[in-house]
């Protein structure tokens, strides 16, 4: 199956493509190829030949969901080639060149989303050349390709935001009256010898795809949560879970430790700067009760056990705001216990 997106001989099988979730170990895999291949490939065929066969964890399909609210989809990659489907052989290359790079990187963004339309859109404009009425196969292609792209200009992460619950898909605000019924069929292929889990292949559109697995989700009452540290959505048993990897763990744990270390350090020097205040008062109250004491001396203690205070809360401030270090006040404060001692002496 040739998928470099330049001309060759078309693909004449359908390309499904096909999911699969493991509610157990919280994965999805998702395969791109004919019906067969896909087919060996569950059953263990490791020699099959699939476009794409990617197990990730369980949501990544709807969180990373394809948006195009700009519409490059259509302006470059399906407005290129209608231009070709409808214009001489000498102008064909050049819109054929401008869509083929564009596909081209989505293609090779190994995401299998992406991947899947821009290999069905260059498959059909390849399929859409062999018929002699290139006007009827060029509106043919359009409708089909449409109705491809058009799942892209919707939200599909659809949940509540308190709970995080997945909500049911709504169809009826997506489909068109008299939608043909190739655009709302899903194959479900039950588990069997071989394969324990349902497996659902997709062709024509996308929104059935979405539509079961939003409900699938919900039925299994997982919700959708944001990481506290990297802010990427990830899905989680319950609300609880607050952190989607153990990079983001480790992440955290770290940042918990710097935390504690910070809460311990201003602790630790407001412990002191406590001490030495209880300090001052004991020595104050001594001379208070010691015969013969001189006034003036104890009022000169009081002044400046008033004047330490303030300074004192000056620095603290400036620990706090980061200006001044924990260790700088610490050094102050050992400072002003001479400063006690030597008028207690008299």
Known sequence: MENQFIRHEPC????LFVLTLDRKKMKERILIGEEQQIRFRLNGGQN????CDMTRPLGTFLINFERDTDRDWNLYGLSPLRQALHSNRWKQPELEQAASEFLWEKYLSNDP?????????WNSYLLAREPRDRNAACD?????????????????????????K??????????????PSEDTRLDLWFPDNWRTEECVSAYAS????ITYYLNRLNDWGLCFRQCKVCGKYFLAKSQRYELCSDKCRKAQALQNKREFDERARENNYDLLYKNECQNWRNK???VKNTAGFPADRLEKMQAAFSDFKKEALQRKKA???GTASPKEFTDWLYQQSNVIVRLTEY
Request: proline content about 3%; hydrophobic content about 40%; aromatic content about 16%.
């Open 12 to 15: 004449f099988e359908r390309i």
């Open 113 to 121: 989303l992406r991947m899947y339309v821009a290999f069905r859109i």
């Open 319 to 321: 620990v706090k705001t």
């Open 284 to 286: 104050i109250n001594r």
């Open 206 to 209: 996308l929104y059935p795809l």
């Open 48 to 51: 099959a030949e699939v476009l």
């Open 140 to 164: 043919r292609f359009m409708d089909k390709m449409s109705s491809l792209t058009g799942v892209f200009h919707n939200e599909t992460m659809i949940f509540d935001r308190e709970t995080g």
């Open 166 to 179: 997945p909500k049911h898909f709504q169809t009826g605000s997506l489909y068109f009256k008299g939608a």
